[in-house]
Nanobody
Framework: QVQMVESGGGLVQPGGSLRLSCAASGSGFKFNIMGWYRQTPGKQRELVATITSGGSTNYVDSVKGRFTISRDNAKNTVYLQMSSLQPDDTAVYYC?????????????WGQGTRVTVST
């Protein structure tokens, strides 16, 4: 089984910054794609950013130039540095990993961390 621990959410003023972290663990697993999604009430969960084990990244257009995803493969940890935050970034942010073990692949989700951008 894969365990995931998220941290770093909170309340921030518009224009501020936050850094989210997500550590994944699980015996025998390799974590290929790691990423962040977000969800607001009444809306579908949307992709924010992903990063492969090789470091290739992908971002939703609305966060390009403001958010940076990175990972530490030795620690199986993915980060999301969020800058120039706007009220529209307010959401619950979920970490996602695509884990592989014995040629079987599946997605795992973190518990979610709330980010609120408000004065």
């Amino acid at each position: 089984q894969v365990q995931m621990v998220e941290s770093g959410g909170g309340l921030v003023q518009p224009g501020g910054s936050l850094r989210l972290s997500c550590a994944a663990s699980g015996s025998g697993f390799k974590f290929n794609i790691m990423g962040w999604y977000r969800q607001t009430p009444g809306k579908q969960r949307e992709l924010v950013a992903t990063i492969t084990s090789g470091g290739s990244t992908n971002y939703v257009d609305s966060v390009k130039g403001r958010f940076t995803i990175s990972r530490d493969n030795a620690k199986n940890t993915v980060y999301l540095q969020m800058s120039s935050l706007q009220p529209d970034d307010t959401a619950v942010y979920y970490c996602n990993v695509r884990a592989v073990r014995l040629f079987a692949e599946r997605d795992y989700w973190g518990q979610g961390t709330r980010v609120t951008v408000s004065t």
